[in-house]
Each structure stands twice: as structure tokens, then as C-alpha cells.
């Protein structure tokens, strides 16, 4: 009897504190291979299945959590990540003490981060973009009982792969709820403050600064309807990179500013942005400024263009450019803006039919900083921009969506879209295209399931060329899909080069659980996610997506 009470006491206490216990599973793999358009270089080649695997742990145990992240990618990462991604090791790990009662949050190990919108700093981790940049070190927050008050303050080494930079990056972020201690009713306002150091050992190069900080100062007001956010940020000087090799002869500081206006009812709604940016790249280690796989990188500078959701409006899709250059182009940056329009038509009417229409409307327009660029004896260099004026047209899309039903199951939108993209200076390569596509979207509903078709067609006047894609996707027995696309570059002016890139798959889910098997070809070029993007080549093969939580 005493044996069974300490069994069932036993049991007790184990359901008590490992029902605590989260996990999360994601591996992604692939075998490559050649088919009759599609060839993998030789370096590529010497591994022909690739993965990446990645297990999340977490424990909580009342005011303290326990995290750790396994990863492995084996025998090689996915094609185009980072070398520094290689291997089975443990990826990050932390302990996290949080007493919501006194307001102290704080954190030793991996953590991440993001200080007002992101320009002064944002640490985050985003798999498929095989971006984790997080901060080995310590980070304690603090939040005053009435909540007016947060002081963030970290310091820490930043990961790249399983090894850390050389880089001690320490800052301090705080923020003030004014309407709190004015005690207003309608006129919401909060202020902010950030720092961030980033200091490196410059060792026997005196030329290299051995710290480089940002200085930050932003406001949200809030109003009825109406929002504003401002945010204005200083860069001390800096190296900047030429081609490939890091330049110490000229050291230069930087800026940036980004302002947000909203307005919204119930029915119309108005967001605008603008930003410049002006040398506003800010790296942790500085032989790493520029590279092509996101590593080192502090801060979060996304393309503040429309994120579309179809396969063709993403060919020719825009990155930030903050990078200061002399050599192989002159530029010191970006300013431009972003306008979307969102009015919903009201059901019954003429325009709005029997159900209603969504009705959105947006522009983007993205210029270099126009000034002037001086080069002396032994390579220095000097330049000087106009603050407000636009120098030449990096990129511009406008992009008119409407969307409604055409009876109680069957869903339709038609989005037509403009693009300019300046190949030139976005790419480092020759030209510009303009580019005009349309899209048929349609999701019809059955008993049981669901039938997705779309079609589309882009005109472009140069690069590519014409293209045309359309995708079918039958959702049946409510955790099981079907798919399968193609998209056919039929105006492409090298024959060699008219390809189609085809893919099919099925996917099953359930509850928290996913699997996605798939075959087809991968069209070469920038996967975006939120506005950061990363470069993927041309490939075909057979890809296992599995994802879980337990």
C-alpha cells in the first residue's frame, strides 16, 4: 500500500511539473538533382541531400523558464545557407526569470530582441530566411507597477553558425507612456530612447574604430483615429565596404529616419511611410558588412514595399539599399515612401454586390540620396547628399486589389500590378525592366472541402521576359492538400533559358502537426520574408518539410 501511494504521489508531482514541458520539431530536407534544364555545380553536387533540423525545448517552472535549441544540418545545410550553419550542435540556450508582479524580466544566455521599430536593433531568428542572430550574454528588463516605465538594458555577443562574433555589443533602450503620467484621455503618447555599442578590438589597424554606436530617439501618439510614429537614429563613423574589401582609409557616419501616419474606420483606412536612410548598415563584426547571407547583421532594414502573395509580382522584388559605396557604384543610401489605401464597399450596393467588396490600393517609390562624391590621392573619398531631394529611381510599384464573393462559397480577387526595377543599381547588373501583372485568384468551397485556382501573366520589357503561372490547390477529408503549380518563362529572348518551373506536393495536418512532400524546380532568385530577403539558386528535386509541437 505505502509502495503504491509513493507510486501515485510520484506520478503526481512528474504530471505536475513536465506538462510544463513544450517542444517544438521543424526539418526541411532535400534531394537535388539534374534533369535535362536544371544542374547542380560541381561544389554542389559532392552532396546531393541536404537538411535542416531544428528541435525546441522549453521548461517552465513557476517564475523561471529553461530553453534550448538543437540543430543540426546534415551531412550539409540547404543550398545557398550560410557555411557557418554546418554540423549537429546546440544552437542557442537560455534561463529566463520572470516576475510579471515586480515588473523584472531577465534573461541569461541566447536571447532576442528589438529596440523601437528596429533600426537601432533587432536580434530574431527566421528559419527560412536562415537568419539567427541572437545575443549570447545577459538581458534584464524592468517595468514600473503603473506600466509607464520599461528600461531595457543587454549586453552580449552576437551568434553567427554555432561560433559567436568578435563584437561586444551592450545597449540600453527606455520608454515613456506620457498620457499615463498627464493623465490624458484622448491623446495617447509614448517616448523612447536608444543606445547601442558595438565595440571591436581593432588590434594593430588604428584606422578601424574600436567602437561604433547608434543613438536613437522615437514617439507614438495616438489620437482617435488617427497614429503617428517618428523615429530619428545617428550612426558614429564606420567602415564601409569596396567591392569586397573592407576600406580603411575612410571612416563615415550615418542616419536615418522613418515616420508612419495612419488613419482607419471601420470601412477606410490610410497607412503611409517614409523613410531615408544614409550609410545605415550596422554589423556586429566588420569584416562582415555586406555579406550576402544576413550574418553579423544588428539591425532590421526591410523594404518598405507591398509584400505580395503570388509567385510572379515576386520576380523582381526590392531590398533596402542603407549601404554607403564609392567603388563598383557611388551611393549613399535610400529615401522613398509607401502609401496603402484600404476601403471596404458596403454589402448590398452597386459596387459592393450582395456580399461586400475589399477594395486596396498601393504605392512604393524608392530613389537613391542625390549628392556629389569626391575621390583623392591614396583612396580617400568624400561625399556629400541633399537631405530631402531624390536622386534616381531604384524601384516604384503600384498594385490595385479588390476582392469579394461571387456567391456564399466561392471567393474572387483580381490584383493588378506596375513595377519599375532599376537592375543596375539594386543588383550591381545592366538595365531596368518595367514590369505589368495581373492575377485571378478563386477559392471555391464544397460540403467537405475546397478548391483554390489562380492564374497569372506578367509583361516585362527586358531581363526575363514574359512569363505566365498558375497554380491548383484541392483541400479534402479537412487535413489532407494537394498542389500543384507552374510557372513558364515563355518570353525569355535565350531560348535556352524558356523554363518551366513546376512543382507538386500534398500536404497533411493536423492539429499543431505538419508534413509537406513535394517535386519540382525552384526558379532562381530573392526569397523575401517581411522585406528581407536572401538569394536561392535554380535547383529541382524532391523536398520533405515536417513541422510539430508536443
Request: aromatic share 16%.
Amino acid at each position: 500500500m505505502q509502495n503504491k501511494l509513493i507510486t501515485l504521489l510520484l506520478l503526481v508531482f512528474s504530471v505536475n511539473y513536465f506538462c510544463q514541458l513544450t517542444a517544438n520539431l521543424e526539418s526541411n530536407a532535400q534531394y537535388y538533382i539534374d534533369d535535362k534544364k536544371i544542374k547542380l555545380s560541381e561544389v554542389e553536387s559532392s552532396q546531393r541531400f541536404r537538411s535542416n533540423n531544428y528541435l525546441n525545448l522549453n521548461y517552465k517552472l513557476n517564475d523561471f523558464t529553461f530553453g534550448a535549441q538543437l540543430e543540426s544540418y546534415a551531412p550539409k545545410a540547404l543550398l545557398n545557407y550560410s557555411p557557418a550553419f554546418k554540423e549537429t550542435n546546440v544552437g542557442t540556450y537560455f534561463i529566463n526569470y520572470n516576475n510579471e508582479k515586480a515588473g523584472i524580466d531577465v534573461t541569461l544566455g541566447h536571447f532576442y530582441e528589438e529596440f523601437g521599430s528596429g533600426l537601432a536593433l533587432r536580434l530574431w531568428e527566421d528559419k527560412q530566411l536562415g537568419i539567427a542572430n541572437s545575443l549570447l550574454g545577459g538581458r534584464i528588463k524592468y517595468t514600473d507597477p503603473d506600466q509607464i516605465i520599461t528600461i531595457k538594458a543587454l549586453m552580449g555577443k552576437q551568434r553567427t553558425g554555432f561560433e559567436l562574433t568578435k563584437g561586444l555589443i551592450s545597449g540600453l533602450d527606455a520608454e515613456i507612456k506620457l498620457d499615463s503620467l498627464a493623465r490624458a484621455n484622448k491623446v495617447h503618447t509614448t517616448i523612447g530612447f536608444s543606445y547601442v555599442n558595438k565595440y571591436e578590438d581593432n588590434k594593430d589597424n588604428t584606422f578601424y574604430p574600436k567602437s561604433v554606436e547608434v543613438y536613437s530617439s522615437r514617439v507614438k501618439m495616438e489620437y482617435s483615429k488617427f497614429n503617428l510614429e517618428f523615429e530619428y537614429l545617428y550612426k558614429t563613423k564606420d567602415n564601409i565596404k569596396q567591392i569586397s574589401v573592407l576600406d580603411s582609409n575612410n571612416l563615415f557616419s550615418g542616419n536615418a529616419f522613418y515616420l508612419n501616419l495612419s488613419y482607419a474606420t471601420e470601412r477606410f483606412g490610410i497607412i503611409a511611410n517614409i523613410r531615408r536612410l544614409e550609410n545605415f548598415n550596422f554589423y556586429s563584426q566588420r569584416d562582415q558588412i555586406g555579406n550576402i547571407y544576413n550574418n553579423a547583421v544588428l539591425n532590421y532594414v526591410p523594404a518598405l514595399t507591398k509584400q505580395f502573395d503570388y509567385s510572379l509580382a515576386n520576380i523582381y522584388v526590392y531590398q533596402a539599399q542603407p549601404q554607403l559605396t564609392f567603388s563598383p557604384q557611388k551611393k549613399a543610401g535610400e529615401i522613398g515612401s509607401q502609401f496603402d489605401i484600404f476601403y471596404k464597399i458596403k454589402k448590398g450596393t452597386v459596387l459592393g454586390g450582395k456580399y461586400g467588396t475589399d477594395i486596396a490600393f498601393n504605392i512604393s517609390n524608392w530613389y537613391s540620396l542625390r549628392g556629389t562624391y569626391r575621390s583623392y590621392i591614396n583612396d580617400y573619398n568624400d561625399y556629400k547628399t541633399d537631405f530631402f531631394t531624390l536622386g534616381e529611381k531604384y524601384y516604384s510599384d503600384q498594385s490595385f486589389d479588390i476582392r469579394t464573393r461571387l456567391k456564399e462559397n466561392w471567393k474572387i480577387a483580381l490584383v493588378l500590378i506596375n513595377q519599375y526595377y532599376n537592375t543596375y543599381r539594386t543588383e550591381e547588373t545592366l538595365g531596368n525592366v518595367k514590369a505589368q501583372t495581373i492575377v485571378v485568384d478563386n477559392i471555391y468551397r464544397f460540403s467537405k472541402s475546397s478548391l483554390k485556382v489562380e492564374l497569372q501573366h506578367q509583361w516585362a520589357n527586358s531581363y526575363h521576359g514574359n512569363w505566365v503561372a498558375g497554380l491548383a490547390e484541392y483541400n479534402f477529408r479537412k487535413n489532407w492538400s494537394f498542389f500543384i503549380n507552374d510557372l513558364y518563362n515563355y518570353g525569355n529572348s535565350d531560348g535556352k533559358n524558356k523554363l518551366h518551373y513546376y512543382t507538386s506536393g500534398i500536404v497533411f495536418r493536423k492539429n499543431s502537426s505538419r508534413v509537406q512532400a513535394s517535386y519540382g524546380r525552384q526558379r532562381g532568385g530573392l526569397l523575401c520574408v517581411g522585406g528581407v530577403c536572401r538569394f536561392v539558386p535554380e535547383s529541382a528535386g524532391l523536398s520533405l518539410g515536417i513541422s510539430t509541437n508536443f
